[in-house]
């Protein structure tokens, strides 16, 4: 866990964040409001999480399954209509425990693991929200769906494993301008018929949002610096 960031200014850096999605969504010409922030509070600590809840955040995103029930479940006690976002990878034998704990999962991207949630929502009667993680980078490390791949993809979620996908998320490659693979996933996305665009993180967000983004993904600008893997 963080500790050696001061987070006194947790508040002022959310309310500046939701001031420039606002911001963004006008000059887009989109509807105030459309965006979703979802906060990425990975690696910080319950105590640093807590002012931005008290400030009105309700969305948050983690990216592993183990770290998440270490920290939300007491947490949502006392926030229950808290909504939790996976934006990690998904390995098939966490399936369970990730259909328990989450309500969206962002990082849909393969067979393995449609077939898995698709067993797990029916076990579990639970039905959260879900989006299919597009490598557009085409990144031999990264997780995520080729492009050329995305539409059979999405065919199969549909038609094999009955999941209703509500959209599509990237992660652009760290060394390459973004605005490129924000346009190829609202290609792929409303080719398919998709209204989800989870695609945007801190130096990035209001270029994502004049991409059609629906969810941006926001940590380091509202949390402070994480600690280097
Ligand atoms: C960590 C992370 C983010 C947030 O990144 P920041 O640059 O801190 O805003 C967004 N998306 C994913 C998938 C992440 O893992």
Known sequence: MNTTEPNDDVPSRLAATLKAIRRAERSAGRTEGDVTLVAVSKTFAAEDIEPALQAGQRAFGENRVQEAKAKWPALRERYPDVELHLIGP????KADEAVALFDVIHTVDRAKIAQ?????????????????QVNTGEEPQKAGVPPREVDAFLASCRNDHGLA?????????VDETPAPHFALLEK???????KGLSMGMSSDFAEAIAFGATHVRVGSAIFGARPKP
């Open 116 to 132: 898995a949630l698709a067993k797990e929502m029916r076990d579990q009667g639970k039905t959260p929200r879900l989006f299919v």
């Open 188 to 194: 792929l996305a409303r080719r398919n018929g998709l």
């Open 165 to 173: 996908i509500e959209g599509l998320m990237c992660i652009p490659p």
């Open 90 to 93: 998904l390995q098939s034998n």
